[in-house]
């Protein structure tokens, strides 16, 4: 069949949960054997969120083939098991960025650039861009995708996000009701002090879409309290929209329930056969009600301590989702507790990690709260206690390992401190002539080739040769490996084309390991990450002795 584009909008409010709704029905549709794929445009004018401050966008997701991207883009990677690629995370700084190319180069042989129809004829182009490019690990050769899902950042209202709208209007027009349809996403508020909830909010937010031209076929309500049928048949009778496509989303204990709770209302359904298709039996989803039983049975509780200098939820999104996922299968609810590495002292040190069966040493970038994170690797390994430290965590590991065992009390890294006469970390040759900030990293999946017998080869299942996701500038310095080496702490793993370090281990201690790659990048809610399991696995077992 042709493919199908389903369009997805907010309105009354930001982070109202489009991006769970987009990877719930994508999951809805790929377990009715459709192939499908989800993207990302976001109205910011950033070329990509790689510059922004985690507090402005939260986490920063990388691609296996090295866009930094949207932290949406891990929901829809974890809820389908699909790796996404840098077509699937668009910006207005994208889209402006390759007009102008264009329009530099002459390719538009000296008409006046406008908003309409050139910067909305390149979000078509990109919009329809998916629908026939391979994904990673396709066939190139395979048939176009049966459904593109498309989610539009912003909020209904929002001057930049107008553009957008009025490129899934036209398109909408070009492709006829069959091939094109959009959700709308809005908040149903509580007023407490009434006792009522209100759906004029909602009301508006359509009329407001309804002016832009689009008339959203399916409504899905954003609500803390259940939705009445009669206010359900209200909202539909003032939107224009039929009573059994409006959806209610209700706050569940998870994230993970809202692909049931959309199949039980039947959201996948009513999009089909508002495209014509006859839907057919409705998918059992075993592994997923599984994975949901799994976490429900899951009432013992695992202490994990998250040191970094973000005290936000968002930034270590894709670490926390690992960590759950791991606890999980391990039969635990993991508990996570924020410890600012800002305000970590040897003399705090143990009063802040106490109760912890294990913590992990966050990733990020500049020198706030780094020595922090040095105090922590030196109190989780001459105690003995399962640590995790992911690209900056690795790095601050291999730091503290230097100053306190092999004896160079001045060790840092070269980005932290550039005349450190002990660069144990220092910048990737080929990266010292780049000043340009973002998109210069090493970002993406490499190979590591492990080091078999090591705790990580056991922990990958003893593969010989993984692929994980990077994204930083500066590498272990193998000139100081030797001396790692024989004071204990050893390279478990390497990149076979450049001879990097990938993995620092110490295999005297329970589970003491540093990645230089990300490996919250990979896990899904069916493929959990078999380093955060085996991390989980050693807290837990060592919870178990103390």
């Known amino acids: 069949m042709q493919t199908k584009y389903i369009f997805i909008t907010g309105g009354v409010a930001s982070s109202l949960g489009k991006g769970i709704i987009s990877a719930s029905l994508g999951k809805l549709l790929q377990a009715r054997g459709y192939r499908i794929t989800i993207q990302k445009f976001d109205p910011y004018i950033n070329i990509d969120p790689g510059t922004l401050n985690p507090y402005e966008h939260g986490e920063c997701y990388v691609t296996a083939d090295g866009m930094e991207t949207d932290l949406d883009l ?17 910006t207005t700084g994208r889209i402006y960025l390759s007009v102008i190319e264009r329009e530099r180069r002459g390719d538009y042989l000296g008409k006046t650039i406008q908003v309409v129809p050139h910067i909305t004829d390149e979000i078509k182009r990109r919009i329809q861009l998916n629908a026939s490019k391979p994904s990673l690990g396709r066939d190139p050769n395979e048939q176009p995708l049966d459904f593109v899902i498309t989610e539009i950042g912003g909020t209904i209202g929002d001057i930049e996000s107008q553009p957008f709208l ?34 004029k909010p909602t009301q508006t937010s359509v009329k407001q879409l309804q002016g832009l031209g689009i008339q959203p076929e399916v409504l899905v309500l954003r609500t803390e309290h259940t939705l009445s049928d009669e206010l359900r048949a209200k909202v539909a009778h003032f939107c224009n929209v ?124 500049g020198t706030r709260g780094i020595e922090g994170k040095i105090i922590a690797a030196e109190y989780g390994r001459t105690h003995d206690i399962p640590t995790f430290g992911i690209c900056l965590g690795m790095q601050m590991m291999v730091i503290e390992f230097a100053r306190n065992v092999l004896g160079f009390a001045d060790a840092n890294s070269s980005e932290m401190e550039r005349s450190t006469p002990h660069n144990v970390i220092d910048l990737m040759e080929e990266q ?25 080869w056991q922990a990958y299942g003893q593969q010989s040769l993984i692929r994980e996701r990077h994204r930083h500038r500066y590498e272990f310095n193998n000139q100081y490996l030797d001396e790692f080496e024989q004071h204990g702490m050893k390279c478990a793993g390497v990149n076979p084309a450049a001879n990097l370090v990938e993995i620092v281990e110490i295999p005297s201690l329970h589970w003491y390991i540093g990645t230089q790659f990300h490996p919250e990048y990979s896990s899904t809610v069916l493929h959990p990450h078999p380093l955060f399991m085996d991390f989980i696995k050693a807290c837990i077992d060592g919870a178990a002795e103390a």
Request: hydrophobic residues 35%.
């Open 74 to 90: 891990g929901h829809y990677e974890r809820f389908t098991g699909i790796e996404t690629t840098r077509d699937n995370s668009v």
């Open 166 to 199: 009025e490129a899934i209007r036209q398109l909408r027009w070009e492709l006829g009701p069959t091939r094109a349809l959009n959700i709308h996403l809005t908040y149903v508020p509580y007023l407490a002090a009434a006792g009522e909830l209100k759906t």
């Open 242 to 365: 039929e009573v059994q496509a409006v959806i209610q989303s209700q706050d569940l204990p998870s994230i993970y329930e809202v692909p049931v709770n959309m199949q039980r209302q039947g959201l996948d359904a009513i999009c089909l056969k508002k495209m014509g298709i006859e839907p057919g039996p409705v998918p059992e989803l075993g592994p997923w009600r599984k994975f949901l039983e799994l976490r429900k049975q899951a009432t013992r509780i695992i202490q994990i301590g998250l040191v970094g200098k973000y005290d936000l939820q968002d930034a270590y999104k894709s670490i926390l989702e690992s960590l759950a996922h791991a606890g999980t299968y391990n039969g635990y609810k993991v508990k996570t507790t924020f410890v600012n590495s800002e305000q970590l002292t040897r003399e705090n040190v143990a009063e802040q990690l106490a109760g912890m069966a294990g913590f992990v040493i966050c990733p990020g970038f």
């Open 432 to 456: 010292k002539s780049i000043t340009q900030m973002g998109g210069t990293m090493r970002l993406g999946a490499y190979e590591c080739q492990l080091t078999k017998g090591s705790r990580t």
